[in-house]
């Protein structure tokens, strides 16, 4: 996956309120099944309520993993997430970036711009995640 720093902006709001990052990611793994809005409320709920966001936040990661073919590596999802929650999700989201998406849009907005239905899956353009 790219490198946390590599958006700096993405960076700093993911530092400042990571359940606006999470509800981006949320949003796109679940293509449009969830809103931004709702998994990042649920984030946060899980946050307040417990403090295992990261448990939460882990489970999409492997989602992701599973729709693009990608590696579980350097270790376990939730080993990424349990030690560098921001990182984590800073990644996922260039990772979804990279691969063509606009986070900021959203899914429905996506596939309006494509002229697709939401049911309709995107290309997948990159083989595996890169650091």
């Known amino acids: 996956m790219p490198d946390c720093f590599d958006d700096c902006g993405n960076c700093c709001v993911t530092c400042l309120c990571p359940c606006i990052t999470f509800g981006q990611v949320a949003e796109i793994v679940d293509r449009g099944s969830t809103s931004c ?3 990042g409320a ?4 899980i946050m307040l309520l417990t403090g295992c966001q990261c448990v939460f936040s882990c489970f999409y990661r492997a989602k992701m993993r599973a729709q693009y073919g990608l590696q579980e590596s350097p270790c ?4 990424v997430h349990w030690c560098c929650e ?4 800073c990644q996922e ?3 979804l970036k990279k691969r063509g998406f606009d986070m900021k849009l959203g899914w429905h907005a996506i ?3 494509q002229g697709r239905t939401a049911a309709t899956m995107p290309p997948q353009m990159h083989p595996g995640m890169t650091r």
């Open 86 to 89: 921001c990182c984590a999700l």
């Open 76 to 79: 376990a999802d939730c080993c």
């Open 37 to 39: 809005g709702t998994s």
């Open 111 to 113: 596939m309006e711009r």
């Open 42 to 45: 649920l984030y946060t709920l």
């Open 93 to 95: 989201y260039r990772e």
